[in-house]
Nanobody
Framework: QVQLVESGGGLVQAGGSLGLSCAAS???????MGWFRQAPGKEREFVAA????????YYADSVKGRFTISRDNAKNTVYLQMNSLKPEDTAVYYC???????????????????WGQGTQVTVSS
């Protein structure tokens, strides 16, 4: 069993920055990790993912160049640094863990075994 707890959400003006953290506990942290988001009335969408070692990262086109995913395996924590935020980035952000190894699987929510409870990010215009 893996427990995931997100933190760092909040309200920020457009163009600002925000950093999210996801602390993992439980059986193992040696999993690839992903960040997803869900806005009201929309499906959950992929934001970013990082391999178990942190050597490979993956991003949605909508956030590429603005968001950075990273991890510290010693602290069992994965991060999402969000810069140049836009109102359309407003959503509940979730971190998730997967035992999948191939990056091809990282873009789909169904590939993930464990989910956090989510943290709200609101970007005002």
């Amino acid at each position: 069993q893996v427990q995931l707890v997100e933190s760092g959400g909040g309200l920020v003006q457009a163009g600002g920055s925000l950093g999210l953290s996801c602390a993992a506990s439980g059986r193992t942290f040696s999993r690839a990790m992903g960040w997803f988001r869900q806005a009201p009335g929309k499906e959950r969408e992929f934001v970013a993912a990082i391999s178990r070692s942190g050597g490979n990262t993956y991003y949605a086109d909508s956030v590429k160049g603005r968001f950075t995913i990273s991890r510290d395996n010693a602290k069992n924590t994965v991060y999402l640094q969000m810069n140049s935020l836009k109102p359309e980035d407003t959503a509940v952000y979730y971190c998730a863990a997967t035992q999948r190894i191939s990056g091809n699987y990282y873009y789909q929510p169904r590939s993930y075994d464990y989910w956090g409870q989510g943290t709200q990010v609101t970007v005002s215009s």
